[in-house]
């Protein structure tokens, strides 16, 4: 009888909401404290600066931020994954303290790829589990494919805007860099805090998303334009690198939020192309889930690195 009566009280237990809690107790988008009078690092890399972050110690974890990030954007998975791995974080080129060249051609997705490899050398870092979220999520798939053999494992999140509908994403992107130039930063936090895919991360959790915008207004209006026009538009789309990810070794977790209708299909089509890769979809959630839901984009992840560690993600077994 008393058996029973445990049984049917761990049964009553609701599973989804507990995972639910986790998330919420997990505050995002909180700037690390440094101390006083101490500042990021930076690493003289490819004609510029790169301010960077290591924390913990073990097998190097490497994140890319969004195009509307930096690198304070990954504090909720840089508290939890830097327990087991040596996590690594930095800003790209034009993103203060980064180096913030003045040149349109001082940016493109070619550059990108090129300052993170010549990071990770100049940190003596490879292989090393590699994720990204939007813009460089796309910087960290292309580094893969440039350099795989410095890739552990490969992790996605909200990849490929601008596979689809390519013509209607060309013309937003060019009216957000025009904006930036004529209105400056307060242009692009206004386009993000109307966003339909980043709607669900104001409306869950609405101090995360003020923290985010308050970040958001320390970015270089200029370089944040250059951005727009010279990488998220001129980078190849997922369907101009078929071939290349048909080749693609690497074992990958693949990440979308099911309301950001951009990153659906180029997800499911990566997922159909590179080899070894898995497809995630997190419910009622936008295009940052790291921050909208990071207990459970912590847990997906955490899953993923186990079975690559153990050698059994999607067929790969090393």
């Given at each position: 009888m008393l058996r029973r009566s445990f049984l049917a009280k761990i049964a009553a237990v609701p599973f989804l909401p507990a995972v639910a809690n986790v998330s919420a107790a997990m505050s995002p988008v909180r700037p690390t404290n440094l101390p006083e009078g101490k500042s990021r690092p930076r690493a003289s890399v490819n004609g510029v600066n790169l301010c960077y972050e290591e924390t913990g110690e073990g097998v190097p974890l490497v994140w890319v931020h969004e195009y509307g990030g930096d690198l304070r954007s990954w504090e909720p998975q840089v508290r939890y994954f830097s327990r087991r791995y040596r996590v690594l974080t930095y800003n790209h080129r034009g993103y203060a303290p980064s180096t913030i060249p003045t040149a349109a051609s001082d940016y493109s997705q070619n550059l990108l790829v090129d300052d993170l490899h010549q990071l990770l050398k100049h940190l003596e870092l490879g292989p090393v589990h590699l994720g990204g979220c939007s813009m460089g999520a796309n910087v960290a798939r292309d580094f893969a494919i440039a350099h795989s053999e410095m890739t552990k494992s490969l992790i996605l999140l909200g990849a490929g805007a601008g596979s689809v509908n390519r013509e209607q994403f060309v013309q937003?992107?060019?009216?957000?860099?025009?904006?930036?130039?004529?209105?400056?930063?307060?242009?692009?936090?206004?386009?993000?805090?109307?966003?339909?895919?980043?709607?669900?991360?104001?409306?869950?959790?609405?101090?995360?998303?003020?923290?985010?915008?308050?970040?958001?207004?320390?970015h270089d209006a200029q370089a944040s334009a250059h951005l727009?026009?010279?990488?998220?538009?001129?980078?190849?789309?997922?369907?101009?690198?078929?071939?290349?990810?048909?080749?693609?070794?690497?074992?990958?977790?693949?990440m979308a939020g099911d309301r950001d209708t951009p990153s659906i299909e180029p997800s499911v089509v990566m997922r159909e192309w590179i080899p070894h890769a898995g497809l995630a979809v997190f419910p009622g959630c936008g295009h940052v889930a790291n921050l909208e839901e990071p207990g459970l984009f912590n847990l997906q992840v955490t899953e993923f690195l186990a079975a690559v560690e153990a050698r059994r993600w999607a067929g790969w077994s090393g």
């Open positions: 937003d992107e060019e009216a957000i860099a025009a904006g930036l130039e004529r209105d400056g930063i307060a242009s692009l936090v206004h386009h993000f805090e109307i966003a339909p895919n980043r709607a669900s991360f104001k409306q869950k959790d609405p101090r995360g998303f003020a923290e985010f915008l308050r970040q958001l207004t320390e727009a026009r010279e990488v998220l538009v001129k980078r190849k789309t997922v369907f101009e690198l078929e071939t290349e990810l048909k080749a693609l070794r690497v074992p990958t977790l693949i």
